[in-house]
Structures are given as C-alpha cells and as structure tokens.
C-alpha cells in the first residue's frame, strides 16, 4: 500500500519572516483539518534561506523540508550551488529534481537529473523526480514518447532500490502555473504510463512501490478528485501552497484514500 506524498512548491517566493510565519500557521491549520500525518506524507520544498527555519519549526511534527535543487558534486569550485552533502548536514528529506522550469530556464539535462537523483540516495535524501510534456508534445501525440525518454535517462544507472524509493512527479509543462489542469483521466493515464515505464525498467514489485504524484495547478477544488484515481499517489503544489490554510485543506484531500486498490481504476 503506498502512502500519499503531498509536497509543496514554493518556487522563488518568501522572505525569511514570511517563512516563520508560514511554518507555525501550517501546523495550526493541519491540526485545524485534523490531518493524520500516520497516512499522508507532507513535505514542503523551499528556497535554501528558508530551510534552515522550518526545520526548527517541523522538527518531530511530521511535515518534512525539502530543497528545490541541488548539484550533483560532494563539494568543488561550483559558485552558487548546493551540494547533497550540505542537505544531508541539515537533515533535509527532500529535494525536487529536473522541475521544468529548471529545464527550461537553466537548461537541465536527464544526464544531469540522473547525477542528481544518484547523489541524493547517497545522502538518504529522497528525490522528487520529475517530468512532463510541452503543449506541442501533447498535441503532436508525443507525450508518451517524451515521459519514457526523461524517466529512461533520468533513471540511467539507479538501481532497483533507489528507484522504488525515488518519488515521480508528472507535471504537464502547459498546466504549470496557468490555471489549466489536466483532466483527472488525463493525470491518471500519463501515471498508469509512468507505472508501466518503471516496470519495464525494474520490474513488478519496483514499480508498484513508485509513488507518483501529480503537479500542475493543484488545488484545493480539484485534489479529491485527483487523489482518487489509480495511479495518482499525491501531488506537487505550486502557488496553492504558498497559503499554509489552502495548502493544508489540500494535504486533507481525504485520508482514507490510501492505497491503490482502494482508488477509482
């Protein structure tokens, strides 16, 4: 049975008040929403000044911190990067790898995201992976073909553990921040695909241990329904997380939807 991941996206947003502010009023509102953090995973990834605060704030209250990169290298002359061996020394659990944005601005390779994902399980640091289509991909039927070729270099040289412990996002790049959404039928098919790609690459057990979540203009209106489908084990949020009660109204999508063999198929 896998247990949901709900992690939040900050992106670049927040000064360091903002964040302390943010961190205690999440633990309010959770408890507000009555969330049982036994049956749902939360996480939320920040810009590297703020990690350090929440970290104190979430300390033994069951909300994990997680960066929204890093580099690949132990350590070295790479001006302005992080390194996994820094997180790991903060006790950060998460980092989100191959965001499009990151792709798209800062040119991103699979190459580099297999680097990345292969330093974070060195440093027990649980990668968020993702990947996605363009609008132009979709429309030219090449969405398929274009999620196999991202997870086929990005989980170049990851063995079987550390890919079933490896967290896959989907993220269709033309419903990141515009309002749009996929359908729920659409979310779940790229996510059966994704399943099905991992078991070609590891085989059964790997592949249903995956968790996958779905990212692109998550809310609190349309969460339910998301997290009801087969495939769809939790979700990316993006700017619906910057507010701690919308973010933890989502984070209590329903908690009794666990478990794969309990969602619509």
């Not at 292969?118 to 398929?144: M, Y």
């Not at 989980?155 to 550390?162: H, L, N, P, T, V």
């Not at 078991?199 to 329904?225: C, F, M, P, R, W």
Request: contains cysteine.
């Amino acid at each position: 049975m896998r247990k949901p991941l709900i992690a939040a996206n900050w992106k670049m947003n927040k000064l360091v008040e903002d964040a302390t502010s943010y961190g205690e009023d999440l633990i309010e509102k959770l408890k507000a929403e009555n969330v049982d953090l036994k049956k749902v995973d939360v996480a939320v990834c920040v810009p590297f000044i703020h990690m350090a605060a929440l970290k104190v704030i979430f300390l033994l209250r069951g909300v994990g911190v997680g960066a929204q990169n890093m580099h690949f290298a132990e350590s070295g002359a790479y001006t302005g990067e992080i390194s996994p061996a820094m997180l790991q020394d903060m006790g950060i659990e998460y980092v989100i790898i191959g965001h499009s944005e990151r792709r798209m601005y800062f040119g991103e390779t699979d190459e580099e995201c297999a680097k990345k994902l292969k330093a974070a399980h060195a440093h027990k640091i649980r990668p968020i992976l993702c990947v996605g289509e363009s609008l132009s991909q979709r429309e030219a039927k090449e969405h398929f073909d274009t999620v196999r070729r991202q997870l086929t270099g990005c989980f170049e040289g990851i063995g079987r553990e550390d890919a079933a412990g490896t967290v896959i996002a989907y993220e269709p790049v033309w419903a990141i921040g515009t309002g749009k959404t996929a359908t729920s039928q659409q979310a779940n098919e790229m996510a059966s695909f994704i399943r099905s790609v991992v078991e070609d690459l590891y085989g059964t057990d790997t592949a249903e241990q995956v968790i996958i979540q779905y990212g692109g203009s998550v809310k609190k209106s349309n969460i339910a329904e998301l997290m009801s489908m087969s495939d769809i084990d939790g979700a990316l949020v993006g700017g619906a997380s910057l507010d701690a009660g919308e973010f933890a109204q989502i984070v209590n999508f329903d908690p009794d939807v666990v478990g794969k063999e309990q969602k619509v198929r």
